[in-house]
């Protein structure tokens, strides 16, 4: 049984509870960021975020969930909880899927799409058969109460549903973002593996990046870490210039309360960023991709760009933060791949020589990099970039 949880199925019966009561949600995130989310919904007022392997837990109200989706930089999914029940089989998850009164987020020509994880229930054992016993649950209960099934739309569906089955416990969610919070719509060209925006938004804050000190990335690839770090110094909410899953579905009172807060977010935003920011790039084709999503991000004006190699760099202010996704290896072509990654860390070493007075904020793929640099770093903070374990290194210089 999931502990203060009746196993019973519990749902919400009008819109009137998704206003005023205490529901529960789940924002995921990149393996550890967890704790740069927890802070992250603190300063947002949320009350008493508990983190958790992948995310951060949270009770409040639906406001609270569309505060998150708006503001969050760090969390990719804003997860609302609609029912927790025993699911020993797939029987039982399917009679307790089909008591919830979908009708509150499923209306009339509406899309859904469910997906599904499952751990350590023998019965359940396959994700995609689970999400399909909840779909035709769903489907059953909707033309028993409407006369009308919902269709089915894999990409970019009305209403997202979640499963999560742990054991016999089984827990349902709709998924209040929909597409996932780090597309903030502002990526207009990409280059080879670029950092997912939300990542890089967790570098920031792990590596305490001040807002107020000129900023640097000197291997900038798409521009993600700089725009994502002007952003923040303009008080820019990351989803102020994106739709989310919620719109389609809340009603009239829901909706005042979501325009009054994109209404507030455009309010805080500020005229310029207080600092320097520059990206640089010895790619040419980079460097302009970079352009082109600072001007989708409305940040083309805050920030520097020039192309130019890591080793030629020298600090133009006495004080900073140099931060920066170095290649792991895999992206590099020329000669041996291990070789290339060895000079290339090398020059890094020595051209931060060159920035005393500066911080460095690395996100480490690689060992090697440590290696290199040859310095024991301020802060060393484990997390991953998709499938890869990587490190976060400070280096107070």
């Known amino acids: 049984m999931i502990q203060g949880v009746d196993t019973r199925a519990a749902s919400f019966h009008n819109r009137t509870v998704l206003n005023t009561s205490a529901c529960s949600f ?3 995130c990149a393996k550890g960021t967890e704790g740069a989310l927890r802070r992250e919904l603190a300063a947002l007022r949320i009350g008493g975020p508990r983190g958790a392997t992948g995310g951060v837990s949270f009770s409040g109200t639906l406001m609270d969930g569309m505060k998150v989706c708006l503001h969050s930089r760090v969390a990719m999914r804003v997860l609302l909880e609609i029912a927790a029940f025993a699911a020993p089989d797939a029987d039982h998850l399917y ?19 469910v997906s599904a994880t499952t751990h350590a229930n023998p019965h359940l054992r396959h994700s995609g058969f689970a999400a399909l016993k909840v779909k035709d649950a769903l489907a059953d209960r909707l033309r028993e109460r409407t006369g009308r099934r919902p269709d089915v739309a894999p990409r ?5 549903i979640v499963l999560h089955v742990r054991g016999q416990q089984a827990r349902l969610f709709v998924d209040l973002a929909g597409e996932p919070l780090h597309r903030r719509g502002y990526r207009a060209a990409m280059v080879e593996a670029p950092l997912k925006e939300s990542l890089a938004a967790a570098m920031l804050s792990l590596g305490a990046v001040a807002i107020d000190k000129p900023f640097l990335d000197p291997m900038a690839g798409s521009g993600t870490l700089a725009i994502e770090h002007a952003m923040a110094a303009r008080g820019i ?10 719109e389609r579905w809340i009603g009239p009172e829901q909706r005042r309360i979501w325009d009054s807060l994109v209404k507030a977010a455009r309010a805080g935003i500020r005229p310029n960023a207080p600092c320097p920011i520059l990206a640089r790039d010895k790619d040419k084709a980079a460097v302009a991709a970079a352009r082109r999503n600072a001007e ?9 760009f020039e192309v130019g190699d890591f080793t030629t760099l020298a600090p133009r202010e006495p004080a900073g933060t140099l931060c920066t996704n170095p290649p792991y290896g895999e992206r590099l072509e020329v000669g041996d791949a291990g070789t290339d990654v060895r000079r290339l860390y090398a020059g890094i070493a020595r051209t931060l020589d060159r920035m005393r007075g500066w911080r460095a904020v690395f996100l480490a793929g690689n060992p090697a990099l440590a290696q290199a640099l040859g310095r024991k770093p301020a802060v060393v903070h484990r997390l991953w970039n998709g499938p890869i374990e990587a490190r976060l290194l400070v280096y107070d210089l």
């Open 237 to 246: 909410a990351p989803g102020l210039h994106r739709r989310f899953g919620f």
């Open 296 to 304: 989708a991000a409305f940040v083309l004006a805050d920030i520097t």
């Open 95 to 113: 009679a307790e899927t089909r008591e919830i009164d979908w009708t509150d987020f499923v209306g009339h020509g509406m899309t859904i799409a």
């Open 156 to 160: 970019n569906p009305d209403v997202s």
């Open 26 to 28: 789940f924002v995921t």
